[in-house]
């Protein structure tokens, strides 16, 4: 007689499965794929980081470079710090993080530890540092010597020279035998000097002539271009430094974040420094409005959430092709700008070519990691 009290017994014993309950354990959660992870991050970073020229104009309270930087980097760190506690980053030991910041990186790819005074000109801390204190402050200071037009399509140079920092030490990693963290191939290369391309053009449209112009402004332009890529690179490969042998995204997120923050307050000394030796402060040099304090607080919100989510676009793949869709930023920037400031766009066709050259050079994007 068969026992009908158990209406999940089949023959040879073994239980009779939902048909429905069978599809579903047959599908699977595929991942997602890490050209698409670094993708998204990278349009969210864009996205972000367009808002701060904007916040910019309302927060330019000095002639003196130097004073608008310091302001800046306390209002920056104020906004990283929330993203050290919200990362879910293992093993946060910020004594050993510290002594981290004392280690370059070795012919073999691999960490080596300071040795003496001069070897600490290697480390990616002291650049950083140096870089931070200078990279705006130039920008700043360029502007008042030519063109701001012409300072701002130099500045976007930065990127290629922080994609081609990330593709060297790719090479040095990986041929000590290790995976190269970052691939960057000549099609790509192209592409990128494409969107560079377009982003100049979307900023050109906005007189489309250029007025003062002069060698020394040119030269501080690209210095200013020269610091924002130790600096941005600073914290990218710091990131792979302090968490070293560790590859989670999520650590190498919260290291980075970690090495801005601490990169800030190291550059801080230098920005006073450099306000007293060439803009000898007056009683007001450091006064500010309320809606000033505003707009710098949105300013390191909105740099906490980009540095954030232009960092994982770098760590979640090891390709370097997504960051081409960081010159989207350039298009978003005019377009805040011309709603929110009532600028009027002089050049609307070299608006919409250049926009269409970013979108262009963006369509072709990798579907595997190199």
């Known amino acids: 007689m068969k026992d009908e009290a158990s209406p999940a017994t089949a023959h040879r014993g073994h239980p009779v499965t939902n048909p429905k309950q069978a599809r579903a354990e047959k599908r699977t959660v595929r991942p997602v794929n890490p050209i698409t992870k670094g993708t998204m991050w990278a349009v969210g970073a864009a996205a972000t980081s367009s808002w701060l020229p904007l916040f910019y104009i309302f927060t330019h309270v000095s002639d003196d470079p130097f004073v608008w930087r310091s302001w800046l980097f306390a209002f920056q760190a104020a906004g990283l710090v929330p993203v050290l506690l919200l990362v879910p980053a293992s093993k946060r030991n910020w004594r050993k993080k510290l002594r981290r910041l004392l280690y370059y990186w070795g012919a073999t790819g691999e960490p080596v530890r300071v040795r003496n005074p001069i070897e600490l000109l290697r480390t990616p801390a002291f650049w950083m540092a140096i870089s931070f204190a200078l990279d705006l402050t130039f920008w700043v200071w360029a502007a008042t010597l030519i063109d701001p037009l012409v300072v701002t399509i130099i500045f976007q140079l930065f990127l290629i020279g922080l994609v081609w920092m990330a593709a060297r030490l ?124 505003g707009f ?23 390709s370097l092709s997504v960051q081409r869709i960081m010159f989207f930023s350039p298009v978003l920037q005019m377009l805040w700008i011309w709603i929110f400031v009532d600028v009027s766009i002089a050049n609307p066709s070299a608006l919409l070519i250049g926009a269409g050259l970013v979108l262009l050079s963006n369509l072709g994007t990798q579907t595997k990691t190199p």
């Open 170 to 293: 790719g090479r040095k990693m990986s041929s000590g035998r290790q995976a190269s963290p970052h691939v960057m191939n000549g099609k790509y290369w192209t592409l990128m000097g494409l969107s560079f391309l377009g982003a100049a053009l979307v900023i050109w449209s906005e007189t489309g002539k250029v007025g003062t112009l002069n060698w020394l402004g040119i030269v501080v332009a690209f210095a200013a271009t020269a610091t924002a890529v130790g600096s941005f690179w600073g914290t990218i490969s710091l990131g792979r430094l302090i968490a070293w042998p560790r590859t989670d995204p999520n650590d190498l997120v919260w290291h980075s974040t970690f090495a801005g923050v601490v990169g800030r307050f190291l550059a801080l000394p230098l920005t006073l420094g450099g306000s007293v030796l060439f803009f000898p402060p007056t009683e007001n040099s450091f006064d500010l409005i309320w809606s000033t304090l």
């Open 296 to 318: 710098l607080a949105l300013t390191g919100a909105f740099n906490a959430v980009g540095a954030a989510s232009h960092r994982y676009s770098f760590y979640v793949t090891t």
